[in-house]
Every structure is written in C-alpha cells, then in structure tokens.
C-alpha cells in the first residue's frame, strides 16, 4: 500500500494570498495523483488529475506539480470559496488518499 | 449533468447486513468503472471497492474484502454495495464515485452525496 502523508494539517491564509499544500507519497506513485477539495457537508470535488491536469470547469488558479513522490497543490489567489479540505490521492497502485489539509482563513 | 444518488444508508446493529445503491444518470453508465468510497465522522476518505465497467473486475481494500460485495446492474444504471457481517469500523458515509475509465486503477471525476451507515448496538 502506497501511504500518502499531506502537509500541513492546517492552512491558515488570507484572502487574495497564495496557498500551498504538499502531498508525500511513501513510494513512487509516477504522475498517477489527483486532488480533491471538500467542503463541510458536501461530496469531495476533482480538482486535479495526472498531477497537474485541471479537472473540467476548474479554474486557473489551481495548479498541480511533481512526480514520483513529491506533490504540490498551489491556488494563487484564495478566493472566499476556496477555503476548504482538500486530499491528495494516488492511483498508481490501489488508490490511497492522503490524510487532508484544511485551508482556513486567516 | 451527471449525478450519483445513493441509498440505502441507515443504522445498523454490529454483524448486521446492508445494501447500498446508487443509481446514475447523464453519462454512459457501461462504458465506466465505478467506486465505493467512505468517510468515518470527521475522519478522511477511504477507498472500499471498484467495479469496472463491464462487471467483470471487482476488486476490494483489505479491510472489507470477504465481507463487502459490489455489483451493478447495467440495464438499471445501478451500482451496489452488499454489506454483510458489519463492524463498528464500518460506520461511515459511503459515496459512490464514478471512475474516468472504463478498467484500471483509476481516479473519481464524479461523486455523489453519500449515504450514512451507522453500525452501532
């Protein structure tokens, strides 16, 4: 099994700011990652797929990158919406999820 | 618009059964695999098992294999999950995830809004 480990476990930002969350896999997973965001009550959302592919209807402002074992979420401008848990998850092998990061408002 | 809804949730007595369903529209549903995924209360995302499109790959995380069954009916757009012998473990909301292929070890463009199982004397 493949551990994924996010960091940090919390976020804290302001609005308009950069936001960047880190995915560690504990063996390589390629390029075989996605992220999700989840907001309270709801169903988790694909942001991100093959690392650094957009999801459709997501905006720019969500970028993905790495490979192997090392991952990065980046959102360059938080937007009131953006704050949220979000999860990293790997599907190189078995999926695995990592353990979330909540992104909370400064 | 593709939707997932789920059903069939409820509370459960410890080695109890339950079937969960998930009927889909707005995509074709046989020409994709599809996934059981759960989250504890307040706790992260767990995969639990993936059916591919044609039915004929099911495929389980340890921590259910032997007792969890999925299935799909293709000329219902439904998925299942039969839950036998159920442990306090188990109490979660289960969503059913569609998969962005038909086979393979994939990841979830779509995910409905969950159904809640909880297992509890």
């Known amino acids: 099994e493949i551990v994924m480990t996010q960091s940090p476990a919390t976020l804290s930002v302001s609005p308009g700011e950069r936001a960047t969350l880190s995915c560690r896999a504990s063996?390589?997973?390629?390029?075989?990652l996605a992220w999700y965001q989840q907001k309270p009550g709801q169903a988790p959302r694909l942001l991100i797929y093959d690392a650094s592919t957009r999801a459709t209807g997501i905006p720019a402002r969500f970028s993905g990158s790495g490979s192997g074992t090392e991952f990065t979420l980046t959102i360059s401008s938080l937007q009131s919406e953006d704050f949220a848990v979000y999860y990293c998850q790997q599907y190189n092998n078995w999926p695995t999820f990592g353990g979330g990061t909540k992104v909370e408002i400064k | 618009e593709v939707q997932l809804l789920e059903s069939g949730g409820g509370l459960v007595q410890p080695g109890g059964s339950l079937r969960l369903s998930c009927v889909a529209s707005g995509f074709t549903f046989n020409t994709y695999a599809l996934s059981w995924v759960r989250q504890a209360p307040g706790k992260g995302l767990e995969w639990v098992s993936v059916i591919y499109a044609g039915g004929v790959g099911t495929y389980y995380a340890d921590s259910v294999k032997g007792r969890f069954t999925i299935s799909r009916d293709n000329s219902r757009n439904t998925l299942y999950l039969q839950m036998n012998s159920l442990r306090v473990e188990d109490t979660a909301i289960y969503y059913c995830?569609?998969?962005?292929?038909?086979?393979?070890?994939?990841?979830?463009?779509?995910w409905g809004q969950g159904t809640l199982v909880t297992v509890s004397s």
């Open positions: 995830a569609k998969n962005r292929a038909a086979a393979g070890i994939i990841h979830f463009d779509y």
């Open positions: 063996q390589s997973a390629s390029t075989k």
